[in-house]
């Protein structure tokens, strides 16, 4: 158990670039999901997938979002036309498929910052 | 839709002084609860949850929390803390595939 890996660690960019992050989760875990976590406040749910069906996706994940779990396996989260808002910690967690309320294991982030 | 108010933003204490951090959710549903802690630039881990039974439910490092379905409460407590304990402490509930997340409280231990 390796735990769940995010790449890269911080990423810094002008307004208006494209970004794209990745995250590994922990191996045999079929369920993957992402969350926003800016200063001062809890993270905020985004997505999730169940392999690579993205099964639920947050009001917060506009047009500019995209999430893909191709093989179920990694996951990517690319934020087209960056705006100064979308500086945050971008947070990653997984957990096995089984069904009730299993804790989620996250990994370690994702620093956006958007100049 | 749930919601999760953590009351205090930051809590300072001295080192083995008791500490309370407060937790109150709110819910048409029954729910589950979670503590999540944040040290610096690490990802969440989890601390404690209440899924069902026992309303007390304790971590392997001394803490504890308390699942009160009348006040819709689930405070964490320690009854001494340590330097290490210093962190970011984070009240979740959920009810289905999302983790719903307070704000968090700042713990600082001074010695």
């Known amino acids: 158990d390796t735990g769940v890996s995010q790449n890269p660690r911080h990423k810094i960019t002008k307004r208006g670039q494209n970004v794209t992050f990745r995250c590994d989760p922990i191996?045999?875990?079929?369920?993957l999901y992402w969350y926003r976590q800016t200063l001062g406040q809890g993270p905020e749910f985004l997505t999730y997938f169940q392999n690579e069906a993205q099964l639920e996706k947050s009001r917060l994940l506009s047009d500019r979002f995209s999430a893909e779990r191709p093989k179920g396996s990694f996951s990517t989260l690319e934020i087209q036309r960056t705006e100064q808002g979308d500086s945050a910690m971008y947070l990653c967690a997984s957990r096995p498929g089984r069904q009730g309320p299993y804790e989620q294991y996250f990994g370690p982030g994702t620093r956006l910052t958007v100049t | 839709a749930q919601s999760v108010t953590q009351l205090d933003s930051q809590v300072p204490v001295f080192e083995e002084a008791p500490v309370e951090l407060r937790c109150n959710y709110s819910?048409?549903?029954?729910?589950?609860l979670f503590w999540y802690v944040q040290y610096p630039n690490q990802g969440l881990q989890l601390l404690l949850k209440y899924l069902s039974g026992s309303t007390l439910v304790e971590s392997i490092n001394g803490f504890e929390a308390e699942f009160n379905k009348s006040q819709t409460s689930f405070h964490l407590r320690k009854p001494s803390v340590h330097i290490s304990d210093t962190a970011e402490y984070f009240c979740a509930v959920s009810r289905s595939e999302k983790l719903v997340f307070g704000k968090g409280t700042k713990l600082t231990v001074n010695p």
């Open positions: 819910s048409s549903v029954s729910v589950y």
């Open positions: 191996s045999e875990h079929n369920r």
